[in-house]
């Protein structure tokens, strides 16, 4: 996937862009501004306030030659940062300020190419200077003008365009209107009559985009991969959950109802729409801007004993995929304009990446069937960690939040939460998960019978179920679910694995389930019977049983779609459309 985000000085389009890179555990940082020697005190600190913000994650690369580090390495999760400063870089080496004949245009060709071949995550910043007046400089002039070729040419071979105003994302831009036709990409020239009559700008100034300027402060987005410090009482200290704004929802009835269709036409997207309006508190609602899915990964004890159709070494193999972003999450995310991002909770290996392993509580789990998955300890830090996620998202500007899961075996541990909280029997909660044969079923079967003898002691104790049959995986989901109601932000739950976890997240939170919506139906038996004691109405019935978070992230764009429908819509009155009263 390839993003170019677009802004002005201090929109926050670096933070942007550095937040679509949340996922990958490494990113390879192609610095286009040199940084200055010399007296430049205010510029040095920024740039290493930048440094610092991106964390260790991060390698950093200082080239002008961009498109031959694309194709150095055209699979590494990139960030470009920035086009402006490539533009000076490359006007500078060439002497070329003054020179009309030197148009840079086999270098914009020749990394428009570059990119359209990039097969990896990539996200490229460039500044939008051609929302100012044309400067009354030549230098100026031809500094916008050619910026302007780029950023067309770059958007060209992207799949999405964002544009960043006050730290607001425009995004995405429609493709139809970013697929410029070639003739367009190449210098324009539709400088016209807006030439400023105020001072001349530097052509340096122009060309150093980032430069600070005035007191405006680029919005503060925190590092969501640095690791917090723990609190345990975390876990058994929880706030009173206040309900989503019933007057607010009552004003976003009323508003579906001026808007230029038959009442109640767009059946349940209506709904969904009131319901995010009544989160967030306002209506009309603001859009879904940055949505954002956290994989908890973890391994299973039981998984040794052949209750699933693959083997536990899967779990760790597929935490590097998500993280390289190759599961049908980061596709699913990718296409809906989320970031992901997975987290090493419990998986039996030591070969994830420290960030995301930075919260991990063990490796695998004990014994379910003996009611020993984890220590009362380990389960207060998972349910910790999963809060102090939230957090961090919430506090970087999340407006929507998903949990995924990847650990083999996970389904059994599920259906026994499911199957304690909801009273029923382990035939009736046990599933195929990834599709375990008759004779692993049968284990799989006495497992879960086998852990609901020690969940059902500790039904209306939350903290001591998860030590007894769950794991660090499913209990750091329970937090950070919780923790989302808790900070008043709505949150799409995915399939079977998720809802068990979240059924603990509202014994934990008692309410929290109001701040939710179910994405999907798992074809996993025990998914019925955790969305009927919620309450909650799945949007999408697919027969989906994969687990990631992926059913959300599906039902995701239906989620925005119903919170555009309030934004959007004309109203009867304004369209001069007869409401039929
Ligand atoms: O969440 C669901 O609805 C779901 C249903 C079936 C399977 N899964 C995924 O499959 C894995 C667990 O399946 P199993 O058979 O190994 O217990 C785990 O990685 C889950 O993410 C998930
Ligand atoms: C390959 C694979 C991918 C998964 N994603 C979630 N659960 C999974 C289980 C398997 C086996």
Same mark, same amino acid.
């Given at each position: 996937? *390839?993003?170019? &985000?677009? %802004?002005?000085? *201090?929109?926050?389009?670096?933070?942007?862009?550095?937040?679509?890179?949340?996922?990958?555990?490494?990113?390879r940082? =192609?610095?286009?501004?040199?940084?200055?020697?010399?007296?430049?005190?205010?510029?040095?600190?920024?740039?290493?306030?930048?440094?610092?913000?991106?964390?260790?994650?991060?390698?950093?690369?200082?080239?002008?030659?961009?498109?031959?580090?694309?194709?150095? @390495?055209?699979?590494?999760?990139?960030?470009?940062?920035?086009?402006?400063?490539?533009?000076?870089?490359?006007?500078?080496?060439?002497?070329?300020?003054?020179?009309?004949?030197?148009?840079?245009?086999?270098?914009?060709?020749?990394?428009?190419?570059?990119?359209?071949?990039?097969?990896g995550?990539?996200?490229?910043?460039?500044?939008?200077?051609? $929302?100012?007046v044309?400067?009354?400089?030549?230098?100026?002039?031809?500094?916008?003008?050619?910026?302007?070729?780029?950023?067309?040419?770059?958007?060209?071979?992207?799949?999405?365009?964002?544009?960043?105003?006050?730290?607001?994302?425009?995004?995405p $831009?429609?493709?139809?209107?970013?697929?410029?036709?070639?003739?367009?990409?190449?210098?324009?020239?539709?400088?016209?009559?807006?030439?400023?009559?105020?001072?001349?700008?530097?052509?340096?100034?122009?060309?150093?985009?980032?430069?600070?300027?005035?007191?405006?402060k680029?919005?503060?987005?925190?590092?969501?991969a640095?690791?917090?410090?723990?609190? +345990?009482?975390?876990?058994?200290?929880?706030?009173?959950?206040? =309900? +989503? @704004?019933?007057? &607010?929802?009552?004003?976003?009835?009323?508003?579906?109802?001026?808007?230029?269709?038959?009442?109640?036409?767009?059946? *349940? =997207?209506?709904d969904?729409?009131?319901?995010?309006?009544?989160?967030?508190?306002?209506?009309? +609602?603001?859009?879904?801007?940055?949505?954002?899915?956290v994989?908890?990964?973890?391994?299973?004890?039981?998984?040794?004993?052949?209750?699933? #159709?693959?083997?536990?070494?899967?779990?760790?193999?597929?935490?590097?995929?998500?993280?390289?972003?190759?599961?049908?999450?980061?596709?699913?995310?990718?296409?809906?304009?989320?970031?992901?991002?997975?987290?090493?909770?419990? &998986?039996?290996?030591?070969?994830?990446?420290?960030?995301v392993?930075?919260?991990? &509580?063990? /490796?695998?789990?004990?014994?379910?069937?003996?009611? !020993? #998955?984890?220590?009362?300890?380990?389960?207060r830090?998972a349910?910790?960690?999963? /809060? #102090?996620?939230?957090?961090?998202?919430?506090d970087?500007?999340?407006?929507l939040?998903?949990?995924?899961?990847?650990?083999?075996?996970?389904?059994?541990?599920?259906a026994?939460?499911?199957?304690?909280?909801?009273?029923?029997?382990?035939?009736?909660?046990?599933?195929? %998960?990834t599709g375990?044969?008759?004779a692993?079923?049968?284990?799989?079967?006495?497992?879960?019978?086998?852990? =609901?003898?020690?969940? /059902?002691?500790?039904?209306?104790?939350?903290?001591?179920?998860?030590a007894?049959?769950?794991?660090?995986?499913?209990?750091?989901?329970?937090?950070?679910?919780?923790?989302a109601?808790?900070?008043?932000?709505?949150?799409?739950?995915?399939?079977?694995?998720?809802?068990?976890?979240?059924?603990?997240?509202?014994?934990?939170?008692?309410?929290?389930?109001?701040?939710?919506c179910a994405?999907?139906?798992?074809?996993?038996?025990?998914?019925?019977?955790?969305?009927? !004691?919620?309450?909650?109405?799945?949007?999408?019935?697919?027969?989906?049983?994969?687990?990631?978070?992926?059913?959300?992230?599906?039902a995701?764009?239906?989620?925005?779609?119903?919170?555009?429908?309030?934004?959007?819509?004309?109203?009867?009155? @304004?369209?001069?459309?007869?409401?039929g009263?």
């Amino acid at each position: 996937m *390839r993003t170019l &985000v677009l %802004g002005g000085t *201090r929109s926050g389009k670096s933070a942007r862009a550095e937040s679509l890179l949340a996922g990958p555990s490494h990113v390879r940082y =192609l610095a286009t501004g040199a940084v200055p020697t010399g007296d430049d005190q205010a510029w040095s600190e920024r740039v290493q306030a930048h440094r610092d913000r991106r964390g260790a994650r991060y390698t950093t690369v200082e080239s002008l030659d961009l498109a031959g580090l694309l194709r150095a @390495d055209p699979d590494a999760a990139t960030l470009v940062d920035d086009l402006g400063n490539w533009v000076t870089g490359l006007l500078d080496a060439a002497d070329a300020w003054d020179d009309e004949a030197v148009d840079l245009a086999a270098e914009i060709t020749e990394l428009r190419d570059a990119v359209a071949e990039f097969r990896g995550q990539l996200v490229i910043v460039s500044p939008e200077v051609g $929302l100012s007046v044309v400067p009354a400089t030549a230098t100026g002039r031809r500094f916008q003008d050619l910026l302007g070729a780029v950023n067309a040419a770059v958007a060209g071979a992207c799949e999405n365009v964002e544009l960043v105003v006050a730290g607001r994302i425009l995004a995405p $831009l429609p493709a139809d209107r970013t697929a410029l036709p070639a003739d367009r990409t190449a210098l324009p020239d539709d400088r016209a009559e807006t030439r400023s009559p105020a001072r001349n700008p530097e052509p340096e100034e122009l060309g150093r985009s980032e430069r600070p300027q005035g007191s405006v402060k680029a919005p503060k987005i925190p590092e969501t991969a640095a690791r917090r410090e723990l609190d +345990p009482t975390d876990a058994e200290v929880f706030e009173v959950v206040d =309900l +989503p @704004d019933e007057d &607010v929802a009552e004003s976003a009835r009323r508003r579906l109802l001026t808007l230029t269709k038959p009442p109640n036409s767009l059946g *349940r =997207l209506e709904d969904i729409g009131v319901w995010i309006s009544s989160c967030q508190g306002v209506c009309p +609602p603001k859009a879904i801007r940055s949505p954002q899915i956290v994989v908890f990964a973890g391994d299973h004890g039981v998984a040794r004993e052949g209750v699933s #159709a693959f083997p536990p070494e899967v779990t760790a193999q597929m935490v590097t995929n998500i993280a390289e972003g190759g599961a049908a999450i980061n596709v699913l995310a990718r296409r809906a304009g989320a970031a992901v991002q997975v987290l090493d909770m419990s &998986v039996d290996s030591d070969d994830a990446d420290p960030v995301v392993a930075r919260y991990k &509580v063990r /490796r695998s789990t004990g014994d379910l069937r003996r009611g !020993e #998955a984890m220590t009362l300890a380990e389960a207060r830090r998972a349910v910790a960690a999963g /809060r #102090a996620v939230a957090d961090d998202l919430v506090d970087a500007g999340a407006d929507l939040l998903i949990a995924g899961d990847m650990g083999i075996g996970n389904t059994t541990p599920a259906a026994v939460l499911t199957g304690t909280i909801t009273g029923k029997e382990p035939v009736v909660v046990v599933g195929r %998960g990834t599709g375990v044969d008759d004779a692993g079923w049968i284990r799989k079967t006495a497992a879960i019978r086998d852990g =609901l003898r020690f969940g /059902r002691r500790h039904r209306h104790d939350p903290l001591s179920l998860l030590a007894a049959v769950a794991g660090p995986d499913l209990a750091a989901m329970a937090g950070f679910l919780a923790q989302a109601a808790l900070r008043k932000t709505p949150v799409i739950l995915d399939g079977m694995v998720v809802t068990s976890a979240a059924l603990v997240a509202n014994s934990l939170a008692p309410g929290a389930s109001a701040w939710w919506c179910a994405g999907h139906r798992s074809t996993e038996p025990a998914h019925g019977f955790a969305l009927a !004691e919620l309450g909650l109405e799945p949007i999408l019935d697919l027969s989906m049983r994969l687990g990631e978070g992926s059913g959300a992230a599906t039902a995701l764009p239906v989620v925005a779609d119903a919170v555009d429908i309030l934004i959007d819509m004309a109203t009867f009155g @304004d369209a001069g459309v007869d409401d039929g009263s």
